[in-house]
């Protein structure tokens, strides 16, 4: 099976620098996509970043990292506009930013906002409100 089947997709991955998002974002670069991974943790970006060109080989993937609080109509909308002047287009994103130890159990969603929640839960919506580019 051809690993390459999202060569020229140019996709966005938030969250990447740890866990499930920067799952994803090596596998999409290692299936050939053009990746921008985002995340707040510049640190665990360039961990990404290694790691995500590696899987890449020859596939013609490619992986580029931008931080960014995809909490804020601001960051979101970089994130974007790097992206695309990046590569040109935009064709798909993985949302995947968030966090899930600090927040209340689910008997206790009666009171939202605890722990860390609310620094994400704008996250979605910023990004995938974004008009797309192309
Ligand atoms: N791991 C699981 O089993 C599981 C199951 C169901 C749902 N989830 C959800 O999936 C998401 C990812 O889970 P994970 O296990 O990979 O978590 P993780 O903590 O390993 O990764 C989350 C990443 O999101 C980043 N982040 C947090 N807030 C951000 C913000 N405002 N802007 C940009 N980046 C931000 C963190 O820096 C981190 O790198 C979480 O929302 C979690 O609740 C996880």
Do not use: F, Y
């Not at 906002?113 to 620094?119: M, N």
């Not at 839960?121 to 974004?130: F, H, L, Q």
């Amino acid at each position: 099976m051809s690993l390459e089947r999202l060569s020229d997709r140019v996709l966005i991955v938030t969250g990447a620098a740890s866990g499930i998002g920067q799952a994803t974002a090596i596998r999409l670069a290692q299936e050939g996509g053009k990746v921008l991974a985002s995340d707040i943790d510049a640190e665990g970006l360039a961990d990404t970043l290694k790691l995500a060109n590696e899987a890449a080989g020859d596939t013609g993937g490619e992986c580029i990292t931008h931080v960014a609080d995809v909490s804020t109509e601001a960051d979101a909308a970089n994130t974007v506009e790097t992206a695309v002047e990046a590569w040109g287009r935009l064709d798909g994103i993985a949302n995947i930013a968030g966090c899930c130890a600090r927040v209340a159990p689910t008997s206790s969603t009666s009171t939202p906002g605890t722990g860390s929640w609310p620094s994400t839960s704008g996250a979605p919506s910023s990004c995938a409100g974004r008009p797309s580019p192309t």
